[in-house]
């Protein structure tokens, strides 16, 4: 058993539980407006599509898919805590899996793969072994959407070291750099910001506005240049240019 392992058996009792407490489906639900701001954008028409969800965590975000009718929409994790929590809300085609062996029996499959919060728990070799069998898995043209910590935020630190088995961060040009090896395409990254759905998220987004002016005027000081995507986390989509890649 490695280190990650002995966190990943507890990780809601360890971890999860401390940070968002006991969540059940009407608290999951409450992240579907949230969800669809970030991600609605990703899914695709077809109700009948096959969607992954990798690290899927207690499967609030696959019940979120199956709820807008993508039946066919599965996860993974390799948290037996957040598996078991799953099925005690009853939330279907969820399974403890190593992302290894999973996708080895899956080659043209996934029309769209989500992994939110994934690679920042891997090595540099690790991610690199998952993106090749990522890219095995989706079909040619197929999305793959990624979200993970962003090294360029100001408070890159509280996500990067906020979980003891985060192992990687990543910034906008490193993870095109990265995605880009792998014959992905049209890759975009997007900041993940406040999402206004109040009167209070309405003044954390104004707000949220003004700080990011501030931190262009410093680069464009600096720099030259006022570029940059400067929330804790962002989300990374791009298509698969095809079914078959080696390193």
């Not at 993974?76 to 062996?101: L, P």
């Not at 990067?160 to 992905?184: A, C, M, P, Y």
Request: charge should be positive; include cysteine.
């Amino acid at each position: 058993m490695n280190y990650r392992d002995k966190f990943y058996e507890k990780y809601i009792s360890t971890h999860t539980g401390q940070l968002y407490g006991d969540l059940g489906l009407g608290a999951i639900r409450r992240q579907f407006p949230i969800w669809q701001k970030y991600f609605g954008k990703f899914l695709p028409k077809e109700k009948s599509a096959k969607i992954g969800d990798f690290g899927c965590g207690n499967g609030g975000f696959v019940w979120w898919l199956q709820q807008k009718g993508f039946d066919q929409t599965e996860g993974i994790d390799v948290s037996s805590e957040q598996v078991a929590a799953a099925e005690k809300m009853g939330i279907k085609n969820i399974q403890r899996s190593d992302i290894y062996e999973f996708l080895k029996k899956k080659t043209d499959f996934y029309d769209v793969v989500f992994m939110k919060d994934v690679l920042e728990h891997q090595t540099k070799e690790e991610v690199l072994n998952i993106l090749e069998l990522i890219s095995r898995s989706l079909k040619k043209g197929g999305v793959l959407v990624i979200q993970t910590a962003n090294a360029e935020s100001p408070f890159w630190g509280r996500i990067r070291h906020g979980d003891f088995t985060h192992e990687t961060s990543f910034t906008k040009n490193s993870v095109s750099q990265l995605l880009s090896i792998f014959g992905f395409k049209n890759i975009e990254v997007f900041p993940m910001g406040p999402v206004v759905h109040g009167i209070r998220s309405f003044v954390r987004f104004v707000l949220w506005q003004l700080i990011v002016f501030i931190v262009r005027f410093y680069l464009l000081i600096e720099t030259g240049s006022p570029s940059g995507i400067f929330t804790q986390n962002i989300i990374v989509s791009s298509v698969n240019g095809s079914s078959r890649h080696g390193l």
